[in-house]
């Protein structure tokens, strides 16, 4: 049967407590245990109503394995207050209820066949994209919690992040969200990665969210309600949309210059002729920029433009010209697709020498983390694969890249960034542009202005 993950009863009484704590169950109250597996859940609120005197909830636990339900028969005491049903929670229901508590299965889309893939399609709003099961069962529960009711649900944290769980954050935005605690994997002995208990109280609508991390530390957050990741939150990282960006402190973000065609327009720096040397720039590529290390340029780029940015006519080029136009090296050139709306010899894109020839902050487009460099004297000219950063006051350069390099501008990257085909991040200069500028950066820039 699908995703049956149980759950140890530390982690079942450290939920059912807070489910509980701070609004014990009355003899009226009502619970739910959806996808209760072999019971684990109803054992615990029976041990946390035992040990606190506090009447036992009337239970209605279900799954939708009946080879499961035995086991929670055979498991469970025999009490009036505790219904066993073999039911789909995904399937209509109405019934309300006070608390609801539970570790639903994790199936990815991928597990469930093409028929259910559509009936979940047509009822649920958080089955888009490459949905899980437990966001469904997320929604569900939220639909069947009453007005002032408190569900406790421990699942992976990547609904916290990832894309196709954005209806199910604006969802828990608008019912209320108490408390996000992101418990060790540990407590399911690997089984569970990066696991997250999540309290969803609506008392708390619109109010501040307590998350505990990894750490033990804990901090309370306001959580976008507009379905964008709540990493950035919960992570304590200052927000996208913080007063101050890197904007402020920078002339240009860009991505580096591209040629089109960098095995001819750029070599080793001794492989360089004599007669191209007043065309070659000191070049760098992003896997040359490697991390603690200062930027060491080994080779150089031939450009055949003006300091401000104008490309050389052919008769300015001399003896450029000459090795350009080898025919293998001209055909080649001619096949690049800027060519149709360029001359051959120009680049891909124009070179903004007049920016990039300035002292500036240099970082490789994709890594496992972003590493930034100085490049002092504003000699280097980055290629396609790196990202520069040209400061509008050179005077900061040094503790405008100690910044970049912190650890809270990593988190914010780490939280915002794409990710390449292997997980390392890809930068891009919007991103970039968004990182949050610290109130002493931003003074110092004004003032380096004024
Ligand atoms: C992760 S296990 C948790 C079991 C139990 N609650 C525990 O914590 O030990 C999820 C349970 O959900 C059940 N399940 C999966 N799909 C279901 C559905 N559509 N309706 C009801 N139960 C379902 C599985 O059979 C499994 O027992």
């Known amino acids: 049967m699908k995703g049956f993950v149980p759950t140890p009863a530390p982690l079942v009484d450290h939920m059912v407590d807070k489910l509980f704590r701070s609004a014990p169950p009355t003899p009226s109250s009502t619970l739910l245990d959806p996808g209760c597996g072999a019971g684990a859940f109803v054992e615990g609120v029976i041990r946390w109503c035992t040990r606190a005197g506090a009447p036992v909830p009337w239970i209605t636990a279900l799954d939708s394995d009946p080879a499961r339900l035995r086991e929670a028969r055979q498991a469970l005491p025999h009490l009036d207050r505790i219904t066993l049903l073999q039911e789909d929670f995904l399937a209509p229901r109405r019934e309300q209820f006070d608390y609801i ?41 939220l639909r069947l919690l009453k007005p002032d009711g408190r569900l406790v649900f421990v699942t992976p944290e990547k609904f916290l992040y990832v894309q196709s769980a954005g209806p199910l954050r604006q969802q828990l935005a608008a019912a209320g969200v108490e408390e996000i605690e992101l418990i060790d994997e540990g407590a399911f002995a690997g089984l569970v990665t990066y696991p997250a208990i999540t309290t969803a109280s609506r008392r708390k609508v619109g109010q501040v969210v307590r998350v505990i991390t990894r750490d033990g530390a804990s901090r309370q957050v306001p959580l976008r309600g507009t379905g964008a990741s709540w990493l950035p939150d919960v992570n304590g990282v200052p927000r996208a949309d913080a007063p101050h960006n890197l904007t402020d402190a920078f002339l240009r973000i860009s991505c580096g210059v591209a040629t089109g065609a960098d095995g001819i327009f750029v070599m080793r720096d001794e492989n360089v002729p004599p007669a191209l040397r007043e065309f070659a720039y000191p070049t760098i590529s992003g896997r040359e920029i490697g991390v603690g290390e200062q930027p060491r340029p080994r080779h150089q780029m031939l450009i055949p433009y003006k300091l401000d940015g104008e490309l050389l006519t052919e008769a300015e080029l001399g003896p450029l010209h000459a090795y350009l136009a080898h025919p293998a090296r001209r055909a080649q050139l001619s096949e690049r697709t800027c060519v149709a709306r360029k001359p051959w010899y120009a680049f891909h894109e124009n070179p903004p020498l007049g920016d990039i020839l300035r002292p500036k902050i240099l970082c490789k487009d994709i890594g496992a983390r972003p590493w930034f460099v100085v490049d002092e004297e504003g000699v280097i000219v980055p290629r396609h694969s790196v990202y520069y950063l040209v400061p509008k006051d050179p005077g900061m350069i040094h503790g405008l890249c100690d910044y970049l390099n912190s650890p809270s501008v990593s988190d914010f990257l780490v939280a915002n960034c794409q990710r390449a085909a292997n997980g390392f991040l890809r930068l891009q200069s919007h991103v970039l542009k968004r990182v949050p500028l610290p109130e002493h950066l931003v003074t110092d820039a004004q003032m380096a202005i004024a």
Request: glycine share 8%.
């Open 101 to 141: 508590i539970g570790n639903p299965p994790y199936v990815a889309i991928t597990g469930l066949d093409s028929v259910e893939r559509a009936r979940y399609r047509r009822q649920y709003l958080t089955a888009v994209g490459r949905f899980d099961l437990y966001a469904l069962f997320f929604e569900q529960a």
